[in-house]
C-alpha cells in the first residue's frame, strides 16, 4: 500500500512536449492507460511520468492531483530576519500556486523554530481562501525547537470549520497546551475519517470537545483513530451510547486498563474493524482479574461483523494466570496477534453460540479468513501453539497469507529444529499460502 504523499516544494506546473500528443508514445502505452499506471506509482514517479511528453502530462496530471497533499508550512513574523522582503514574497506567491494546483488535500503544520524554508503570509487578510478540502492534516507542535501562535491555531480551526460540507478525512495532531477545535453549530455530513492525537497530554476541555464533535458534528463517521485513554475519560460523561451507527473501525493506541475496555462496550454501533495498537496495560489496575471476560464479551459483541481483528496489547505488570477465550467469527477475514505469548491460556469456542471452548477449529471459528500474522516476544514456539489445529490432518483453504514472527534472546540449534518443523506443519494447514508463508526469528537488541 502506498503511503501518503505529500507535495512541499518542486516544480508542479504543467509540462508539455512540442511534438505531437499522441505519436510515439513510449513503449505503446495508448493515452487511455496511462492515469491507470500512474495509479501503481509514488508521487515522485508520478511526477517523472508528466515530463515525458504531452500525453503522458494530460493522462499523469489528475492522478497527481488526486494524490497529493500540499504542505503549509505557517510563518511567524519572528522569522523575517531570515530572508529578504524578495524572496519572502516569491514564497508566498509560490504556496498559492500549489494550492490553485491541487486545492482538495493539504498539511498544516508550525515550523522548525529557525527553518528558513517556510513560507510566510505577508498579511493574513491575504491568505487565499482554502475551502471546499476533502481532506485536511494539522501538525502543530510546542517545544523546545517549536512554538505555536495562536493565529496558527485560528486559521487551522479556521480552514477546518470552513470545509464543514466537503470534509471527507481529518487529522488532528496537536500538543498538551493546544485545545481540539469547537466544532458546535457545525455538521460535517461528509467526514468519514477522524484521527485525533495528542502527544502530551489532553485537556478537560479538549475532551469535552472531542466528545460534542463525535456525538453532533460527524454523523456519518466510519473510522476512529484516537488514544484509548482519552476515550476511556470521554466515556465518563455518558456519550459513548451516543456515537454514531455509521461507526464501523476503531483503532486505539497508548495506556489503558480494564475500566477502558469495559468502556467499549456503550458504543453502539457493530465493527468491522478493531486495532488495538501498541497498548500498554496499566500496572495498578485493581479489576486485572477481570480483564479476560471483559475482553470475550467486547469480541463476542462484534463478532458477528467483524472483518479485521489486531490485538498488539503489552503488559505493564505481565499476568499469565487469565483464561482468554475466543468466539466464533463469521466474517473475519484478517487477524494479527502481536504478542501472542500474552494469551498462554487461550481457547476457542467450537461451534457458533455453543458456549463450549477448546483448541482452534478454523471452519468453525474462522471460516473466511484469509490473513493471519501472529508473533511473540520469547524464544519460544509454543505461544503459536494455540492457533494449530488439534487434528494434524486438518486444512484451511480459505487462508492465503501467513506470517509468524518470532522475537528472543537467543536461538539453539533446537530453535532452528522447531522452526523448520512448524514451517512444514504451516505448509500442510495452509496450502493456498504456500507463496507467503513466513517465520521470521529475530534477536531482541540489548
Known sequence: MLKEDVCEGGNLATCYDDGDATANLPCGVIPDVIPHLCKFLGIEDIKVCRLVCKSWNYGATPVLRARAVIQITLY???????????????????????????????????????????????DLETFPPVKKLKYIRTDLRNGKDWQTEQWQTDLCHKIILDSSTTLEKLWFIWDSDEDFPSFGGYTFAKLKKLRIFDRQGCRNQSRERIGQALTEAFPGLESLHMKGKNLYEISKMNILPKFPLSLTSLWLTGYFNTNGMECLLQIPAPLKKLVFHLISLEGNDDRVDELDT??????????????????????????????????????????????????????????????????????????????????????????????????????????????LNFLGDRFT???ILAQTELYTRLLDIFPNARDSIGILSRKLEN
Not at 463469521?330 to 504478542?339: C, R, V
Open 413 to 415: 540449534n533446537v530453535d
Open 294 to 403: 471483559i475482553f470475550y464479551k467486547l469480541l463476542h459483541k462484534h463478532s458477528p461483523s467483524l472483518e479485521k481483528l489486531s490485538v498488539d496489547i503489552r503488559w505493564t505488570l505481565f499476568r499469565a494466570d487469565l483464561e482468554w477465550k475466543v468466539p466464533t467469527f463469521p466474517a473475519l477475514k484478517s487477524l494479527k496477534i502481536l504478542g501472542s505469548d500474552l494469551f498462554e491460556n487461550l481457547e476457542f469456542e467450537v461451534g457458533p453460540g455453543s458456549g463450549n471452548f477448546g483448541r482452534i477449529d478454523y471452519k468453525a471459528c474462522f471460516p473466511v479468513l484469509e490473513k493471519l500474522h501472529v508473533s511473540n516476544r520469547l524464544d519460544d514456539f509454543s505461544s503459536v501453539a494455540a492457533f494449530l489445529p488439534e487434528d494434524r490432518s486438518a486444512v484451511v483453504e480459505s487462508v492465503k497469507d501467513v506470517n
Open 76 to 122: 511567524s513574523k519572528i522569522y523575517e530576519n531570515f530572508a529578504s522582503r524578495q524572496e519572502v514574497e516569491g514564497r508566498w506567491v509560490e504556496m498559492c500556486e500549489r494550492l490553485k494546483f491541487c486545492p482538495i488535500k493539504i498539511r498544516l503544520c508550525n515550523p522548525y523554530r529557525y527553518s528558513i524554508t517556510s513560507i510566510p503570509p505577508i
